[in-house]
T-cell receptor, first 114, second 111 residues
């Protein structure tokens, strides 16, 4: 079974630009979550999508948005990039059929804002 | 506000000995806890989980202990191997698929 795939792996953007990151979950997984990892902050929850609907949202500004497609693939968009948005963005998928299950992570997209 | 804390940023252990990684949380509503292992330039890899209805879960060399009254979670690795050297994150959830992570503990297993 293929794992969670995130593209691109690396991105360099200029302050003020916008960026779109992509995530393909494990086949059959309908839940996709996004996390931001910065040094000293651990992984911070951004949002979770299930069946094309945002089900949970973390404490991030509205510049961070996402969506999920009917094939469960998800995209995350960050508009008006700031230097502090430089981070590793991780996507995780989960089967989430019933109860709690572990999340499986992709390798992440390293975003650098200059 | 960090709801899950890993107060030891690093830990060094001799090969063959026990590694104990600790995690504290503040939200008493958390009911599902996990440990992840992360190598540089890779995403976290799931290791082991525990539900709040249990106080211990074992999987091979890895055992997770949960003390709900103390809001404390620990991961024991016995025996430790050099390949276990990585950053370990604990995570907790109250709402399904919304995990709060600690800041990680870097484990070094010395051959």
């Amino acid at each position: 079974k293929a794992g969670v795939t995130q593209t691109p792996r690396y991105l360099i953007k200029t302050r003020g630009q916008q960026v779109t990151l992509s995530c393909s979950p494990i086949s059959g997984h309908r839940s996709v979550s996004w996390y931001q990892q910065t040094p000293g902050q651990g992984l911070q929850f951004l949002f979770e999508y299930f069946s094309e609907t945002q089900r949970n949202k973390g404490n991030f500004p509205g510049r961070f948005s996402g969506r999920q497609f009917s094939n469960s693939r998800s995209e995350m968009n960050v508009s008006t990039l700031e230097l502090g948005d430089s981070a590793l963005y991780l996507c995780a998928s989960s089967s989430s059929i019933r109860g709690n299950t572990e999340a499986f992570f992709g390798q992440g997209t390293r975003l650098t804002v200059v | 506000d960090q709801q899950v804390k890993q107060n030891s940023p690093s830990l060094s252990v001799q090969e063959g000995r026990i590694s104990i990684l600790n995690c504290d949380y503040t939200n008493s509503m958390f009911d599902y806890f996990l440990w992840y292992k992360k190598y540089p330039a890779e995403g976290p890899t799931f290791l082991i989980s525990i539900s709040s209805i249990k106080d211990k879960n074992e999987d091979g060399r890895f055992t997770v202990f949960l003390n709900k009254s103390a809001k404390h979670l620990s991961l024991h690795i016995v025996p430790s191997q050099p390949g276990d050297s990585a950053v370990y994150f604990c995570a907790a959830s109250e709402v399904r698929n919304q995990f709060y992570f600690g800041t990680g503990t870097s484990l070094t297993v010395i051959p």
